[in-house]
């Protein structure tokens, strides 16, 4: 069984800053790109970035220059880094990893429980 939790939502000022975390664990085999996503109120979810295997990244433009994806493999886990916060960045932020579990053949898509970011003054 493979789980993603994440961690380090909450409530911040615009202008403010948070960093997300995000920790694959269980029977794994190999872990290929990690990413993190989003969906606000009303809205469909959408990517924000993601992160190969390799440390190749890819950013919405929305956060461009805001956020920063890093993964530390040893650990299995996937971090964002959010400053410049601002009120549309309001959503739940989602961790996805495509992951190989152990005694599979084929890659898995798996989803953390989402964690609450909100931004307000």
């Known amino acids: 069984q493979v789980q993603l939790v994440e961690s380090g939502g909450g409530l911040v000022q615009p202008g403010g800053s948070l960093r997300l975390s995000c920790a694959a664990s269980g029977s794994i085999f190999s872990i290929y790109t990690m990413g993190w996503h989003r969906q606000a109120p009303g809205k469909q979810r959408e990517l924000v970035t993601s992160i190969t295997s390799g440390g190749s990244t890819n950013y919405a433009e929305f956060v461009k220059g805001r956020f920063a994806i890093s993964r530390d493999n040893g650990k299995n886990t996937v971090y964002l880094q959010m400053n410049n916060l601002q009120p549309e960045d309001t959503a739940v932020y989602y961790c996805?990893?495509?992951?190989?579990?152990?005694?599979?053949?084929?890659?898995?898509?798996?989803w953390g429980q989402g964690t609450q970011v909100t931004v307000s003054s």
């Open positions: 996805e990893a495509d992951i190989l579990a152990a005694g599979q053949a084929i890659i898995g898509y798996y």
